[in-house]
């Protein structure tokens, strides 16, 4: 029997663009995303989506109401399903065993339950979200201990590889998609089941089937990787920065070669988002409990040199602004953590803020997509902040970049929007304290041009007619 109704358990960044595809692609199946936040499902039933995601708004309006459907029934979506992705969130632990680095996977726990009580036919369950290796013998565990007569499960893996920002493209012209799980006659029917519902719009020979560990880990591995690169060329960016090479100019060189290949070698400021230190934070406790510390140790110094090119970058404005921004205005240009998403999760903007005002500045915010209110949320969150007031005080959010950077000592751009790129940095320029300095995080900007109107310029990854850095920088350069 061919699936007929899909549920999908958590209508966030991943589930709701996904499902949207497959609602669009697949327009004989119904597709219903279910959500335990009333408020989450009031805005995907309305004009305005709880994210932004080039393309989604169309998706959404062609399909909902017809074979897409939004709900808080939790029930009659499991109940009605042939296959159910669970696509909850899995944040690293905040509390216990594991605290800081193993993924928490109660919500995926109390959704196996949830569907363990309510099923009253066979289900294909399918790990959408990222879980550590070997999570589905959890989940099939929880399955066992509630089976009822005539109930039966197949449990796959199927990660997800969208990124945000281009989620909607990545999922219509995937790499790849993987499916894993078990060898069994069974599993290899669910499997197969799984594949002719992608099959719908991605050709067979782009669906890798493994079995169940090896997709869990290959997610795992694949956001490993692709965030290592980024922590290499940005240590590279260090050693441009003190020997006057240009991380771009070498980028381009080492891209050329086929084997190394060009993609995710762009410096930055650091990388964000919600997954990158989340899940190798998860890997490195997997090793650890592997009894595998040295592989433990070589994944953390992907993260660890994350940090310090965070604070390497805001201890740089500090130093440039005479070693003090005590009582001086900052603008900051971004705060979500890459352009084209409001998302602010792990964004480097936030590290930026906090470090820029717990040195006493004071900071005029500016990005195109992300509120007001997850502004304010993410700088006074309990984590990192102590008085919500004086934070309220300290910082003002504006509506564009040229009022944001008004009466500011510096600019320093986090985000690399493209607007930022076709700013009139002459009248922004007249407009600033003098001598009025940019600090682009993203290496984006045209930076002769700037320093031709008047700016002190700093980048990351390339020495901007500055004498050469000798002192070397740590973290607790700035503490
Ligand atoms: C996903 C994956 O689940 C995560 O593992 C992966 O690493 C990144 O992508 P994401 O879609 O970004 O997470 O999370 P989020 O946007 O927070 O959405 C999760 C949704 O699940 C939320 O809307 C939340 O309300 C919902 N939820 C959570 C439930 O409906 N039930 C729960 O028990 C928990
Ligand atoms: C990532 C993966 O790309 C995706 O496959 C996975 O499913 C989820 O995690 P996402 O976090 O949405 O996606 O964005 P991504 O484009 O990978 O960027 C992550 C961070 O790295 C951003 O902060 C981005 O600015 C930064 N980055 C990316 C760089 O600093 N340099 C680069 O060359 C690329």
Redesign the pocket.
């Known amino acids: 029997m061919a699936i007929k109704s899909i549920c999908c358990l958590g209508a966030g960044y991943v589930g709701g663009p996904t499902c949207s595809v497959i609602a669009l692609k697949c327009p004989e199946i119904k597709v219903t995303v279910v959500d335990l936040s009333k408020e989450r499902i009031a805005q995907w039933n309305s004009d305005k989506l709880p994210i932004f995601e080039p393309g989604l708004d169309e998706v959404v309006k062609l399909c909902r109401g017809k074979n897409l459907f939004f709900s808080n029934d939790v029930s009659t979506a499991i109940l009605e399903a042939d296959l159910i992705f669970i696509s909850v969130n899995t944040p690293t632990k905040v509390i216990g065993n594991g605290k800081g680095r193993a993924a928490d996977l109660k919500y995926v726990e109390e959704a196996a339950r949830m569907i363990a009580d309510i099923a009253k036919n066979n289900k294909i369950v399918v790990e959408k979200s990222t879980v550590p290796v070997r999570a589905a013998e959890s989940i099939a565990k929880i399955f066992i201990a509630n089976q009822k007569p005539g109930v039966s499960y197949q449990i796959l893996s199927n990660?997800?590889?969208?990124?945000?920002?281009?989620a909607i493209n990545?999922l219509l012209n995937a790499d790849r998609v993987l499916i894993g799980g078990e060898e069994s006659a069974g599993g290899k029917e669910a499997i197969e089941k799984l594949c002719s519902i992608y099959e719908h719009w991605i050709p067979r020979k782009k669906i890798l089937t493994t079995n169940t560990w090896s997709s869990e880990l290959s997610?795992l591995a694949?956001?490993a990787l692709?965030?290592q690169?980024?922590s290499s060329?940005?240590s590279l960016s260090a050693v441009c920065e003190a020997t006057g090479a240009d991380v771009s100019e070498v980028a381009r060189a080492v891209g050329f070669d086929s084997r190394i290949g060009s993609?995710?070698?762009?410096?930055?400021v650091?990388?964000?988002?919600?997954?990158?230190q989340k899940d190798i934070l998860n890997l490195v406790y997997i090793c650890q409990c592997l009894n595998l510390p040295e592989v433990a140790a070589y994944w953390q110094q992907v993260i660890d040199m994350n940090e310090y090119q965070k604070s390497r970058f805001t201890a740089k404005i500090i130093e440039s602004l005479l070693n003090t921004v005590s009582g001086k205005k900052i603008c900051i240009l971004g705060f979500a953590?890459?352009?084209n998403?409001g998302?602010t999760r792990e964004?480097?903007a936030v590290y930026v803020a906090k470090t820029l005002l717990d040195e006493g500045a004071t900071l005029k915010i500016y990005d195109p997509k992300v509120e007001e209110i997850r502004i304010f949320e993410d700088l006074t969150h309990p984590t990192i902040c102590e008085s919500p007031e004086e934070i309220r005080k300290n910082v003002l959010v504006c509506k564009d970049a040229y009022t944001a950077s008004e009466g500011c000592h510096a600019v320093v751009v986090c985000?690399?929007w493209s607007e930022f790129t076709t700013l009139d940095y002459k009248k922004i320029y007249e407009r600033m304290m003098k001598p009025a300095y940019i600090f682009d995080g993203r290496k984006m900007l045209d930076h002769e041009a700037l320093i031709s109107i008047g700016y002190h310029v700093q980048t990351i990854g390339k020495r901007l007619g500055k004498p050469l850095v000798t002192r070397s920088w740590s973290t607790n350069s700035i503490a």
């Open positions: 990660p997800e590889f969208l990124a945000e920002g281009t990545d997610k694949a956001n692709l965030a690169r980024i060329i940005n993609k995710f070698l762009q410096p930055s650091g990388f964000g988002g919600s997954c990158f953590f890459k352009c998403t998302d964004s480097p985000t690399e």
